[in-house]
């Protein structure tokens, strides 16, 4: 008869303990949650009963086989716990990795949304932005998405967020004309002229100048760096030149008291005497210069760009004008240009007129003409003689055409020696 220990081995020698994977995964993290205060002698107490456990197999079955399938299994369950405990550790990692990128996104979105600009009465007003995006976010803070709002920016508002500035452009002015400028805006404006000097204009101010300088006149502002920023622009032109000559003495030549004057321009001429604008346009002129005393004969012109300028000559005159009429005559003379009295300047103007000759004695006329050829001889009409020798005599011409600024009446003595 078999051996009974001999009967138990051959039974058991093709047998396995059944391995329950999850079972010894429980097992595993009981043990390893247990912190340091727990029993020290229920650590012994399992200790040994796992080992007396190992032994009893060993002995009972007689082989190795048994404890070593054991060991690879734990090998195997501790290989898998240390992977899943890497996945865990790595999936806590990434999630506060994306936690912490949320954040800086939502403080980089809160930095730039601080402050929300709004257009109300032409200032800038700031709007605190909600409480949950301005705020901190914690890892327990539900992550969401951030809510952007379009503010439309009102068109009086410029890109540094100053009210934008009204500016009228001037006209093209001439050198040396007065210019007035108006800022109707609420701070102030510059005007840098070509030669870069500066005209300050304040707040609803008028600048009133002289443009002495030729060129580009620039209207703008300053900006933060100090560069000046021209809105609108205006040109100043320098006129055309002109130059007036004249005579220096008066021509008699057609009986009247002329002045020849030139001027030279290119362009259409305006004539003045005396500041007074008279009917002459060419670039040649002669003035009449009746009355004794001084006279600016003045020419002024205007170019393609409506820039006027002038030129003058100023002329003395020493005595009135009085028809060149001689203050003596000798009826008995041998030369016969003295023997007769006629003003020469009758002889000399195509112009009716009427002379008289008066006594002064009795007021009587003693002679009268419409004629420049019957020349008074001396001869009292009413008595038929020669008046006295060494006598003073009245004479009187009405002109019928008298020219532009000429009196119409003329008198003056004449003496029969």
Known sequence: MRNIEDLFKESLKNHELPYNKEAWSKMNKKLDARNSGSSNGLKWILGAAGAALIVATYLFMGTNEVPEKVQAQKIQTEEE??????????????????MEVAKQQINEERSALSTIVTDCCDEVVKEPIAKEINGETTSETVLQQPVYREVAQSP??????????????????????????SNTNKEMIYVLSPQENIEEIAA?????????????????????????TASVSFKVHEAQSIQVTADDYLN???GL????????????????????????????ENFYLFDKGSYAIKAMTK?????????????????????????????????????TFMPFALTTRNTPFKMIIIDP????????????????????????????????FVWKVVLQNPEQGESPEYMGTVVRL
């Open 303 to 339: 170019d393609a760009n409506g820039c006027q300028s002038s030129d003058k000559v100023s002329f003395y005159v020493e005595k009135n004008y009085n028809l060149l009429a001689v203050n003596a005559f000798t009826p008995n003379s041998f030369d016969d240009r003295n023997t």
């Open 204 to 228: 609803n101010e008028t600048l009133e100048v002289k443009l002495d300088e030729k060129g580009i006149y620039q209207i703008g502002i300053f900006n933060q760096e100090e560069e000046f």
């Open 257 to 284: 008291p002329e002045l020849n004057v030139q001027a030279f321009s290119d362009n259409t001429l305006s004539w003045y005497v005396n500041n007074k604008k008279v009917a002459k346009s060419g670039k040649k």
């Open 252 to 254: 008699f030549e057609n």
């Open 81 to 98: 716990e240390s992977v899943e405990t890497n996945n865990e550790i790595q999936i806590e990692a990434t999630e506060q990795s994306e």
């Open 156 to 181: 009086l508002v410029s890109e540094e967020g100053k009210s934008s500035l009204h500016f009228s452009t001037p006209k093209d002015h001439c050198l040396n004309q007065a210019f007035s400028y």
């Open 361 to 392: 004695s009795n007021g009587a006329v003693i002679f009268e003409t419409t004629s420049a050829s019957q020349a008074w001889q001396g001869v009292n009409k009413n008595t038929g003689e020669l008046v006295k020798e060494n006598t003073s």
